[in-house]
T-cell receptor, first 113, second 115 residues
Framework: NAGVMQNPRHLVRRRGQEARLRCSPM?????VYWYRQLPEEGLKFMVY????????ESGMPKERFSAEFPKEGPSILRIQQVVRGDSAAYFC???????????FGEGSRLTVL | DQQVKQNSPSLSVQEGRISILNCDYT??????FLWYKKYPAEGPTFLIS?????DKNEDGRFTVFLNKSAKHLSLHIVPSQPGDSAVYFC??????????????FGKGTKLTVNP
């Protein structure tokens, strides 16, 4: 009964490179959320997806960031041309319903040099 | 525009005593509230929640109180144990027009329980 799986746990990129973070939700969960935690900050909502659909991306930066949750495979958070300010912990969460408790993964920590 | 505020970044209590973590919110549209606990290098784990139609919810050593008129909630842990040492996040749920839910988190309070 695996929980939410995120990989990689740690990712180091140089400025201008691309970062791809993957998230496999819990079995039976079709709702996926991405949150970002900057140092000394709380978790900030980025995007909410269901299979093949972006439901709410109001927290996503307008440029360089994209997310998908394909019919098969994990959800992907993609950051193009990373900058130092993208360094953060990115948490994925899943839920079996549109409301209720979210189950979080252990996070992916991105460091941009 | 911080809709959920945890004004105490840290709290230190003695083992066996009560820990009280506070949270204030500004958006009256929040329909329920949750507390998450987070250890270093781990993801947040759900602790307890309360619906906006209730004023108290209890689960073992953990009790959450909601004061809607003051837009304030608190988490009480009694008795506190060293294993409770973690960062506690207050979160509020907002149902969007599209029917999806969004959790808005506070910045967290780091609780240290001293043996």
């Amino acid at each position: 009964n695996a929980g939410v799986m995120q990989n990689p746990r740690h990712l180091v990129r140089r400025r201008g490179q691309e970062a791809r973070l993957r998230c496999s939700p819990m079995k039976g969960h079709s709702h996926v959320y991405w949150y970002r935690q900057l140092p000394e900050e709380g978790l900030k909502f980025m995007v909410y997806l269901q299979k093949e659909n972006i439901i709410d991306e109001s927290g996503m930066p307008k440029e360089r960031f994209s997310a998908e949750f394909p019919k098969e495979g994990p959800s992907i958070l993609r950051i193009q041309q990373v900058v130092r300010g993208d360094s953060a912990a990115y948490f994925c969460a899943s839920s079996p319903f549109t409301t209720g408790e979210l189950f979080f993964g252990e996070g992916s920590r991105l460091t941009v040099l | 525009d911080q809709q959920v505020k945890q004004n105490s970044p840290s709290l230190s209590v003695q083992e066996g005593r009560i820990s009280i973590l506070n949270c204030d919110y500004t958006n009256s549209m929040f329909d329920y509230f949750l507390w998450y606990k987070k250890y270093p290098a781990e993801g947040p784990t759900f602790l307890i929640s309360i619906s906006s139609i209730k004023d108290k919810n209890e689960d073992g050593r953990f009790t959450v109180f909601l004061n809607k008129s003051a837009k304030h909630l608190s988490l009480h842990i009694v008795p506190s144990q060293p294993g409770d040492s973690a960062v506690y996040f207050c979160a509020a749920s907002l149902l969007t027009q599209g029917g999806s839910e969004k959790l808005v988190f506070g910045k967290g309070t780091k609780l240290t329980v001293n043996p």
